[in-house]
């Protein structure tokens, strides 16, 4: 099994900045996290779809959505499997459920997957 946990969420107001964060992890007798080619962030906005947000590959390849170009910035750890995004000057139409993302993931114990995806944060841009 692989997880994708996330944090730093939260209420921020309009202009201000967050930063979220995910860590990828197996259990079980997957073995270690050997490589994940694609790390990002999709993100749920209420009555909507799942849109992207940001994406990040190995080889450092990067996709933004256009409405997040120039505020937000994806960056990752490959030694560590971890993702963040740093968001800033944040408007109340980024208010959302931000979900982490990974792709093509492999493991020291031979076993791979195509996708993941963590559980979810709330992110909130309110006054």
């Known amino acids: 099994q692989v997880q994708l946990v996330e944090s730093g969420g939260g209420l921020v107001q309009p202009g201000g900045s967050l930063r979220l964060s995910c860590a990828a992890s197996t259990s079980g007798d997957s073995g270690s996290i050997f490589s994940i080619y694609t790390m990002g962030w999709y993100r749920q906005i209420s009555g909507k779809q799942r849109e992207l947000v940001a994406t990040?590959?190995?080889?450092?390849?990067?996709e933004y959505a256009d409405s997040v170009k120039g505020r937000f910035t994806v960056s990752r750890d490959n030694a560590e499997h971890t993702v963040d995004l740093q968001m800033n000057s944040l408007k109340p139409e980024d208010t959302a459920v931000y979900y982490c993302?990974?792709?093509?993931?492999?493991?020291?114990?031979?076993?791979?997957?195509?996708?993941?995806w963590g559980q979810g944060i709330q992110v909130t841009v309110s006054p």
């Open positions: 993302y990974a792709r093509d993931v492999s493991s020291l114990g031979g076993y791979s997957w195509l996708e993941i």
């Open positions: 990040l590959t190995s080889d450092a390849i990067t």
